[in-house]
C-alpha cells in the first residue's frame, strides 16, 4: 500500500504541472478561435447600429429573438405556468403569451435564457463535434418553438431557415463550417441583451421592456435591471470561452479526424 500510494502521488505531482499549463495555454487553434470572436463582436456591434446595412443581421435576429422567447416560454412552463403562443415580429421584436408562472423568474429569463444558450453555443463552437451535439439540441428547442408558434409564419420560416443552414453546414468540411456558425449565433445570443436593451433602454427607451415590467413589479429602475441582465450575459459569456479553451485544445486537423467518427457526413 505504501509503494502504490507513492506512486499514485508521483503520478498525480507529474499531472499536475500539465494541467496547469494546460488551464493556463492557448493554443493556435483555440486563438484563431478567440480572434474570430473577437471579430463576431465588432462586425455585429457595427451592423446592429448601422441604419439599413443592420438588416443583413435580420435572419440571426429573428432566431435570437427566438431563443429570448424560449427562455420565457420555458421557464413558464418549469413555474406552473401555460404558453399560449410565441410570435416574432422583425421591428418589435417578439412576443411570448402565456398564463400563469412565476413572473420574477419569467421576465429576465428572455434575456438570460438567451444569455445562457449562447454561452453553451460559445463553448460548442471550440470544438467540430461539441458543435453537432449543438445543433442537435438546437434542433430539439426548435420543435418546442415551433408547437407554441404553429400559428405565426414568420416565426415558422425562421425557424425552418435556421434549420436548414445547420444541416446544410454538417456536409461542409465534415461540419467545420457548423462550428463557426454555432459560434457566430453563440456570440450574437450571448450579447443580444447587451444589444437590445441598449437600444430600448438607452437609444429609443422603450416603455415596454422586460426590465421596464420588471422594474414596475419589484422595484428599482429599468436602467438598473437592465444594466445588472447586460452584466450576468457578460459573465455567462466568458465562462462559455473559458469553458472551450479547457474542454477543446485539439487543433483544426484532430477536430475534422474526430467528426469523421462523429455522425459522418
Known amino acids: 500500500m505504501p509503494a502504490l500510494y507513492t506512486a499514485i502521488e508521483g503520478h498525480t505531482a507529474n499531472m499536475t504541472p500539465h494541467l496547469l499549463k494546460r488551464s493556463l495555454t492557448v493554443n493556435h ?4 478561435t478567440l480572434g474570430v470572436i473577437a471579430v463576431y463582436v465588432v462586425v455585429i456591434a457595427l451592423l446592429w447600429n448601422i441604419p439599413y446595412v443592420r438588416w443583413s443581421l435580420w435572419p440571426f435576429k429573428m432566431l435570437v429573438i427566438a431563443f429570448h422567447e424560449f427562455g420565457h416560454a420555458i421557464t413558464a412552463c418549469c ?21 400563469g408562472g412565476i413572473s420574477a ?28 451535439v449543438a445543433s ?44 463557426w456558425v454555432v459560434l457566430f449565433i453563440g456570440v450574437m445570443s ?23 415590467v420588471f422594474a414596475r413589479r419589484y422595484g428599482g429602475s429599468s436602467q438598473c435591471w437592465g444594466v445588472i441582465w447586460s452584466i450576468v450575459s457578460l459573465l455567462f459569456m466568458v465562462v462559455g470561452i473559458i469553458g ?4 477543446f485544445p485539439q487543433s483544426f486537423s484532430q477536430q475534422q479526424t474526430d467528426s469523421k467518427n462523429f455522425i459522418p457526413t
Not at 453553451?120 to 470544438?127: E, Q, S, V
Not at 439540441?137 to 418553438?145: D, M, P, R
Not at 450571448?190 to 421596464?212: E, F, G, H, M, T
Not at 472551450?244 to 474542454?247: N, S, T
Open 29 to 32: 487553434t483555440q486563438a484563431v
Open 79 to 99: 413555474t406552473g405556468g401555460k404558453v399560449k403562443s410565441i410570435s416574432l415580429d422583425p421591428h418589435e421584436g417578439g412576443v411570448t403569451h402565456m398564463q
Open 244 to 247: 472551450g479553451i479547457a474542454a
Open 136 to 179: 442537435i439540441i438546437l434542433g430539439v428547442c426548435f420543435l418546442l418553438t415551433l408547437w407554441w408558434a404553429r400559428r405565426d409564419w414568420l416565426t415558422i420560416v425562421t425557424v425552418l431557415l435556421a434549420v436548414g443552414l445547420l444541416v446544410a453546414c454538417w456536409f461542409i468540411a465534415h461540419g467545420e463550417a457548423l462550428r
Open 190 to 212: 450571448a450579447l443580444y441583451s447587451v444589444w437590445d436593451i441598449c437600444d430600448d433602454l438607452i437609444l429609443r427607451k422603450v416603455n415596454s421592456s422586460d426590465a421596464s
Open 105 to 132: 423568474v419569467t421576465l429576465p429569463a428572455g434575456y438570460l435564457g438567451s444569455s445562457i444558450i449562447g454561452a453553451l453555443l460559445i463553448f460548442a463552437g471550440f470544438d467540430i463535434v461539441a458543435s453537432k
